[in-house]
């Protein structure tokens, strides 16, 4: 099993570029996250879903939607990018609510 | 103040040292969560508590539920568990909605 495979692992925006951040677990996982981490702060939940077509914002929406069309995959998209979205990014995957939770291995984003 | 708070946020030791880590939390939970965070890496749950104890190698996480509070302790140290350890909180608020400690950052030495 691959488990959580976060694509890219570096990438450098200009201000205002549009990316897809991608996320997929082959664990058949219902419950899937996206973190922000920035230095000397705890991570911070973007978005989450709960199953295929349900989603739900976290602690820091703005600027980034999500889409869960299958169970597997579940995109990050920057709109428009800022330099204040530069931060390491990570999608985490769990079978249940209170179950042990999969990381990615993260997506290093810089804004310019 | 923060939901979620660790002690200490740095630590260093001699190989092994007993090393215990805390997590202080103010809201109601239905899990919590220790990580581990090597330099530059991804991310590994080590544990999940609801109650009690759990052991793993020469990992022991503790949880007391009415005190809001929890430990991870490991025993015999060695400089491969340098990393950042993270306490992650689910409040019992019926939404997925994780609340993660600033970390602890360990350096075991030699």
């Known amino acids: 099993n691959a488990g959580v495979t976060q694509t890219p692992k570096f990438q450098v925006l200009k201000t205002g570029q549009s990316m897809t951040l991608q996320c997929a677990q082959d664990m058949n996982h219902e419950y899937m996250s996206w973190y922000r981490q920035d230095p000397g702060m705890g991570l911070r939940l973007i978005h989450y879903s709960v199953g295929a077509g349900i989603t739900d914002q976290g602690e820091v929406p703005n600027g980034y939607n999500v889409s869960r069309s299958t169970t597997e995959d579940f995109p990050l998209r920057l709109l428009s990018a800022a330099p204040s979205q530069t931060s390491v990014y990570f999608c985490?995957?769990?079978?249940?609510?209170?179950?042990?939770?999969?990381f990615g291995q993260g997506t290093r984003l810089t804004v310019v | 103040k923060n939901e979620v708070e660790q002690s200490p946020q740095n630590l260093t030791a001699q190989e092994g040292e007993f090393i215990t880590i805390n997590c202080s939390y103010s809201v109601g939970i239905s899990a919590l969560h220790w990580l581990q965070q090597h330099p530059g890496g991804g991310i590994v749950s080590l544990f999940m508590?609801?109650?009690g104890k759990k052991k793993h190698g020469r990992l022991i996480a503790t949880i007391n539920i009415q005190e809001k509070h929890s430990s991870l302790h490991i025993t015999a140290s060695h400089p491969r568990d340098s990393a950042v350890y993270i306490c992650?909180?689910?409040?019992?608020?019926?939404?997925?909605?994780?609340?993660f400690g600033t970390g602890t950052r360990l350096k075991v030495l030699a």
């Open positions: 508590l609801s109650s």
């Open positions: 985490a995957s769990s079978w249940g609510e209170v179950t042990e939770a999969f």
């Open positions: 992650a909180v689910l409040p019992t608020s019926g939404t997925y909605k994780y609340i």
